[in-house]
């Protein structure tokens, strides 16, 4: 394929819709990945022949490979995981597999096979805890729920 392709991994959620909106304003051809289509085709509210939406477990490094050499992005956004700090209390192993293990998996599937894309991890201010004032890219990062610490 020779279009601008760009993959959002777990795509389905807020930031995932901007994204793929905005993408696909700038001609790109986006394939969001999730867990459940029937569910994503319903909260996705685009109908754009550039839209494509794939079934996708981050944990099954097979569908990552088959994923990244069919469609050959120029960009991957990994968005995929659980995203609540306070569920995170209770769903630890979900939130290590799906922040972690995931993104992992992505990241030693590009290496491996020498893609080359950009790959951007969205991150969040629970990283650094219950910081006072300002944070900064070297502030330090105490993060006090597990989300926060898959997040590091």
Do not use: W
Not at 46 to 57: E, F, R, T
Not at 107 to 123: E, G, R, T, V, Y
Request: proline share 4%; hydrophobic share 35%.
């Amino acid at each position: 394929m020779t279009k601008k392709i760009s993959i959002i991994v777990g795509g389905s959620g807020q930031l995932g819709i901007s994204l793929a909106k905005f993408l696909l304003k700038r001609n790109f051809y986006v394939v969001v990945t999730t867990r459940n289509i029937t569910f994503a085709k319903r909260k996705i509210p685009i109908k754009n022949k550039n839209l494509k939406l794939v079934k996708l477990n981050v944990l099954k490094k097979k569908e990552i490979h088959l994923l990244l050499n069919k469609y050959e992005p120029k960009k991957v956004f990994y968005f995929a995981g659980q995203s609540s700090p306070t569920k995170s209390f209770y769903k630890k192993k979900e939130t290590y597999l799906s922040n972690v293990v995931g993104c992992r998996n992505f990241l030693s599937i590009l290496k491996k096979n020498k893609h080359d894309c950009k790959f951007i991890n969205a991150a969040s201010c629970e990283m650094y805890g219950n910081i006072k004032g300002k944070i900064k890219i070297n502030s330090p990062k105490k993060p006090v729920s597990p989300y926060g610490h898959s997040k590091v």
